[in-house]
């Protein structure tokens, strides 16, 4: 079984940085491309970031210039500057996850965690 889990959301003004974690832990034994998601009320879930095995990342975007996505071993990073309120939503982790060798990857996700910008 396989398990994600993010940190570091909050409560930040506008203008600020916040850095998310996600850690994934349980039966890996690979990891292809890694990301994070965010869904704001309302709205439909949207792509924010991904990040390859080989370290190729991609972007929204509204995003560009003012996040930056990281992976080491089990875990993936957002590093969000420049926050706008527009960027109020609650973040989620997703992974590409192989439990065992001859197995295929399947799809993980987190169970989210909220980030809240003040204007």
């Known amino acids: 079984q396989v398990q994600l889990v993010e940190s570091g959301g909050g409560l930040v003004q506008a203008g600020g940085s916040l850095r998310l974690s996600c850690a994934a832990s349980?039966?890996?034994?690979?990891?292809?491309?890694m990301g994070w998601y965010r869904q704001a009320p309302g709205k439909q879930r949207e792509l924010v970031a991904t990040?390859?095995?080989?370290?190729s990342t991609n972007y929204v975007d509204s995003v560009k210039g003012r996040f930056t996505i990281s992976r080491a071993k089990n875990m993936v990073y957002l590093q969000m500057d420049s926050l706008k309120a527009e960027d109020t939503a609650v973040y989620y982790c997703n992974a590409a996850i192989q439990s065992s060798e001859l197995g295929y990857a399947s799809y993980y996700w987190g169970q989210g965690t909220q980030v809240t910008v003040s204007s």
């Open positions: 990040i390859s095995s080989g370290g």
């Open positions: 349980g039966s890996i034994f690979s990891i292809a491309a």
